[in-house]
C-alpha cells in the first residue's frame, strides 16, 4: 500500500526542498510525478529544476511534451501516470486522486501559508481514514525531522 508523507516547509520554499527530495527518489531508482493544479508552476518547475543548481540538472519534462512519458520526473496537473512514476509529489493543493501503482506520495506544504497548512489537514485526514500509512514530516536546522 502508499506511504503518504506529509512534509510541512518552514526554513525553506519549494523552491529549495523540492529538487533535494526528488534527487533522493531517482537516487532510489524510482521515477518522479510532480503534480499542481496551478499552470504556472508547471512551466516555472521546467525552468528550475535545469537550473536549481551549478553542478547538477533533474531530467524531466510537462506532460503533453513529445516524449514526456520516457522522462524519470513528469511535471503536470493531470491524475495520470504516464511515466510509470513510484512517487508522487503534490504541490500547491493538488488532490492525491487514486494513489494505486505508487510506492509513495509526498504532499508538501508552506507552514506560514495557512490555507495550505488547513488543507494538509484535511488531507491528512482523509488519507489517514482510507487506510494509508500516514507520516508528518517538519522541516529542521538539520534537516527533515519525523514528527508523527
Known amino acids: 500500500m502508499t506511504e503518504v508523507w506529509f512534509y510541512h516547509l518552514e526554513r525553506t520554499g519549494?523552491?529549495?526542498a523540492l529538487p533535494e527530495l526528488l534527487e533522493k527518489t531517482l537516487q532510489r531508482g524510482w521515477k518522479a510525478i510532480v503534480r499542481t493544479p496551478v499552470p504556472e508552476r508547471v512551466e516555472h518547475l521546467d525552468g528550475w529544476l535545469w537550473s536549481y543548481r551549478?553542478?547538477?540538472?533533474?531530467?524531466?519534462a510537462p506532460a503533453g511534451e513529445p516524449g514526456a512519458a520516457r522522462q524519470p520526473i513528469l511535471l503536470t496537473m493531470d491524475f495520470e501516470n504516464p511515466n510509470g512514476a513510484d512517487a508522487l509529489f503534490?504541490?500547491?493543493?493538488?488532490e492525491p486522486g487514486d494513489l494505486a501503482g505508487y510506492q509513495r506520495c509526498v504532499v508538501l506544504f508552506d507552514g506560514a501559508d495557512p490555507a495550505q497548512l488547513s488543507l494538509a489537514r484535511s488531507q491528512w485526514s482523509?488519507?489517514?481514514a482510507k487506510g494509508f500509512s500516514v507520516s508528518y514530516w517538519k522541516q529542521q536546522a538539520r534537516g527533515w525531522e519525523k514528527q508523527a
Not at 503534490?90 to 493538488?94: F, I, K, R, S
Open 14 to 16: 519549494l523552491d529549495q
Open 126 to 128: 482523509q488519507v489517514k
Open 90 to 94: 503534490l504541490v500547491d493543493g493538488a
Open 54 to 60: 551549478d553542478d547538477s540538472f533533474l531530467p524531466h
